[in-house]
């Protein structure tokens, strides 16, 4: 893009934040500000680890809960480390962007694995109106450029192209690597029956995972699933607001599900890292 059109983009684009006061964010979920989060690092270095990468579905703060806050009470610590980087508001572009991503890429070590979770806040805009967090609907090499009020460009690429950079660069490494389609959010026809969501985005997930090697792991489903066989009440029950984040029994009913389909991978290959609880849970 040429200079004076970067400046002009550039300048459109404070003149409008000045004129509304930035009111154009209309995504009123929040961008968690983790200066003072603390980074999880593996208990013990030469122990394979489990690294989980999400958004605030996968950790969040009381009395939201994330299932990757549970996912550790299946898991020996004598035989693995299982460290949750996931941080609330980030999608696959911010993830990426911030480093969050680079930072897990260079620790990472031959035999880890990596369980990942996006979308929930890949769905927005690409601009202000969603915190300059959404990324391109699809699966594509296609990219936007951003103007950002700092007056900065930044070059955006697709959910799916940041899903597979993630994967390609750990498995560079010598991790494996687990995608994972998005919790459901909670919804109900008119009838109160559980009506399923992400439908697109689940297929995109996994044909990310079908073209770099990866497992992927139709998370959406499998909780979709155990909802079917309950009442109405009791999945509401399980959220924590409006239909997206759970509370603590929604987050370990959705670790409980996702442990199922560790456990379904071929071969069971986490199998022989369980907990007693862990190896006590049936297969779903």
Not at 226 to 255: C, M, Q, V, W
């Amino acid at each position: 893009m040429p200079v004076f059109l970067r400046l002009l983009i550039t300048g459109l684009v404070l003149l409008a934040a000045t004129a509304f006061g930035l009111r154009a964010a209309e995504d009123e979920r929040p961008v968690v500000n983790d200066s003072g989060v603390p980074v999880e690092k593996p208990a013990a270095g030469t122990l394979p680890t489990l690294w989980i990468a999400g958004d605030s579905t996968v950790r969040s703060n009381d009395p939201m809960r994330g299932w990757g806050q549970d996912l550790p009470r299946f898991f020996d610590p004598v035989k693995i480390n299982v460290v949750n980087r996931a941080i609330g508001g980030r999608s696959t572009r911010t993830f990426y962007t911030e480093g969050k991503w680079q930072a897990i890429v260079d620790a990472l070590k031959p035999g880890d694995w990596v369980v990942i979770q996006f979308g929930h806040n890949d769905v927005g805009q690409l601009d202000a109106r969603s915190k300059f967090r959404g990324s391109l609907k699809s699966i594509g090499d296609e990219t936007e450029d951003v103007a950002k009020p700092d007056g900065t460009i930044e070059t955006v690429h697709s959910y799916g192209w940041y899903l597979k950079t993630f994967t390609r660069t750990a498995r560079a490494k010598g991790a494996n690597v687990v995608l994972c389609s998005p919790i459901p959010h909670k919804k109900f026809d008119d009838a109160g029956k559980f009506v399923r969501d992400w439908a697109q985005w689940r297929g995109w997930v996994e044909a990310c995972a079908r073209a770099e090697g990866a497992a992927y792991l139709d998370l959406a489903e499998l909780v979709s699933r155990g909802y079917d066989r309950l009442p109405r009440a009791e999945i509401e029950a399980f959220f924590a607001d409006k239909g997206t984040h759970t509370n603590a029994g929604g987050s370990l009913f959705n670790a409980r599900a996702l442990l199922a389909g560790l456990r379904a991978l071929p071969g069971a290959p986490l199998d022989a890292c369980l907990s007693a609880e862990g190896l006590a849970q049936a297969s779903r």
